[in-house]
Nanobody, 124 residues
């Protein structure tokens, strides 16, 4: 079992930055590939970024490439999402998730554990 707790969300103006953190407890964090998802009102939950268990491979959805950076610190059992140049369309609840797969995981149904989410609101 893995417990995930997100933090770092909030209200920011367009063009601003936020850094989300996801702290993991329970089983060995370094055994899991990690992902950040988001869900806006009335929309499906979508993958934003993903990282392999060693942090050597990453994935980004097209809309955030060049603006968001996913990273992990296995010594601190934490995965991060640095979000720069934020846009109003980035407004959503952001969730981190853990997968037992080794490499980057893009399929939502391959994630085994989920956090409760943190709200990110970008004002225009």
């Amino acid at each position: 079992q893995v417990q995930l707790v997100e933090s770092g969300g909030g209200l920011v103006q367009a063009g601003g930055s936020l850094r989300l953190s996801c702290a993991a407890s329970g089983r060995t964090f370094s055994s899991y590939a990690m992902g950040w998802f988001r869900q806006a009102p009335g929309k499906e939950r979508e993958l934003v970024a993903a990282i392999s268990l060693e942090g050597t491979t990453t994935y980004y959805t097209d809309s955030v490439k060049g603006r968001f950076t996913i990273s992990r610190d296995n010594a601190k059992n934490t995965v991060y999402l640095q979000m720069n140049s934020l846009k109003p369309e980035d407004t959503a609840i952001y969730y981190c998730a853990a997968s037992r797969y080794i490499t980057v995981v893009t399929a939502r149904n391959r994630y085994d554990y989920w956090g409760q989410g943190t709200q990110v609101t970008v004002s225009s």
